[in-house]
């Protein structure tokens, strides 16, 4: 199983960019995917997650300028950044927990690799 994660890049604060990430490989099944991130000195956070039945949570933070959606049609968990702030600039990581085998109850976290978010103000 792996995620690939895209769509990071500089943008103006005020601006806006939407990430993505696409889970491929060999599974049963997805069920929660969301974003964390993490600044420069700072742990990961939280950004946003959202259910296999379609539940989102939000950092406090971003909450009214993010937007977490999941194609399952792609097995992909876009996120709609809006409003950027350069507080907001992170790397971005995609995550997914997959259920490999309709066999078993084991589900495993799997992470992307990482995408750059630059605010400038």
């Known amino acids: 199983v792996q995620l690939q994660a895209s769509g990071g890049g500089l943008v103006q604060a005020g601006g806006s960019l939407r990430l993505s990430c696409a889970v491929s490989g060999s599974f049963f099944s997805i069920n929660g995917m969301g974003w964390y991130r993490q600044a420069p000195g700072k742990q990961r956070e939280l950004v946003a997650d959202i259910s296999s039945g379609g539940s989102t949570n939000y950092a406090d933070s971003v909450k009214g300028r993010f937007t977490i959606s999941r194609d399952n049609a792609k097995n992909a968990v876009p996120l709609q950044m809006n409003s950027l702030k350069p507080e907001d600039t992170a790397v971005y990581y995609c995550?997914?927990?997959?259920?490999?085998?309709?066999?078993?109850?084991?589900?495993?976290?799997?992470w992307g690799q990482g995408t750059q978010v630059t605010v400038s103000s």
């Open positions: 995550y997914a927990v997959v259920r490999l085998r309709s066999s078993s109850d084991v589900f495993r976290h799997y």
